[in-house]
């Protein structure tokens, strides 16, 4: 059974640092690209950051440009998101996913983890 499972989250200040892992079992992702999504109450899911399966290429949302930094272990499975300069804007359940290919849009993603909290206090 394919599993995605994040760990790291956690409650922080603003200004804080977070660093958040994903787990996969069941198979192996090195050759699939790997994303990081977050959802806050009342709005949609979004992505926040995605790496190729090489590590080659890396996507950032704008808001996270320069504070978070996504990388990959490929021999762990494991792929990361190194969260700085946290703000309270940044709270929300923390989702890792993968797929063969990046996707533009979130549904279309495969695999999905069960989430983690982030939360930022001002």
């Known amino acids: 059974q394919v599993q995605l499972v994040e760990s790291g989250g956690g409650l922080v200040q603003a200004g804080g640092s977070l660093r958040l892992s994903c787990a996969a079992s069941?198979?192996?992702?090195?050759?699939?690209?790997r994303g990081w999504f977050r959802q806050a109450p009342g709005k949609e899911r979004e992505v926040v950051a995605a790496?190729?399966?090489?590590?080659?290429?890396?996507w950032y949302a704008d808001s996270v440009k320069g504070r978070f930094t996504i990388s990959r272990d490929n021999a762990k499975n494991t792929v990361y998101l190194q969260m700085n300069s946290l703000k309270p804007e940044d709270t929300a359940i923390y989702y890792c996913a993968a797929d063969s290919v990046r996707r533009m849009v979130p549904s279309e993603w495969g695999y999905w983890g069960q989430g983690t909290q982030v939360t930022v206090s001002s």
């Open positions: 069941g198979r192996t992702f090195g050759n699939y690209a």
């Open positions: 790496i190729s399966w090489g590590a080659a290429s890396t």
